[in-house]
């Protein structure tokens, strides 16, 4: 089992910042690979940043360029920084892990762009 808790979501204006933060616990020695999601209202959830294992990163057009997926592995968090924040960015954004073909989810943070 992982536990994800996700932090640092809030109410910003276009144009501005953020990170999020996702404190892994529990059985974290055998995660395959971790990432961040996002669901707006009334669409799907979707992928936003993705990075494996081995490091190989991945990132949703949308995002490319504008945010950052890291991790810090002593710390045992995965981390997104999101710059040049659009309106078009407001939604729940999910911490994800892959475990074994498991998969795991945070509770979410809510992320709201203003214009």
């Known amino acids: 089992q992982v536990q994800l808790v996700e932090s640092g979501g809030g109410l910003v204006q276009a144009g501005g910042s953020l990170r999020l933060s996702c404190a892994a616990s529990?059985?974290?020695?055998?995660?395959?690979?971790m990432g961040w999601y996002r669901q707006a209202p009334g669409k799907l959830r979707d992928v936003v940043a993705r990075?494996?294992?081995?490091?190989?990163?991945y990132y949703a057009a949308s995002v490319k360029g504008r945010f950052t997926i890291s991790r810090d592995n002593a710390k045992n968090t995965l981390y997104l920084q999101m710059n040049s924040l659009k309106p078009d960015d407001t939604a729940v954004y999910y911490c994800?892990?892959?475990?074994?073909?498991?998969?795991?989810w945070g509770q979410g943070t809510q992320v709201t762009v203003s214009s």
């Open positions: 994800h892990a892959l475990q074994g073909g498991n998969n795991y």
């Open positions: 529990g059985s974290i020695f055998s995660i395959n690979g």
């Open positions: 990075i494996t294992s081995g490091g190989s990163i």
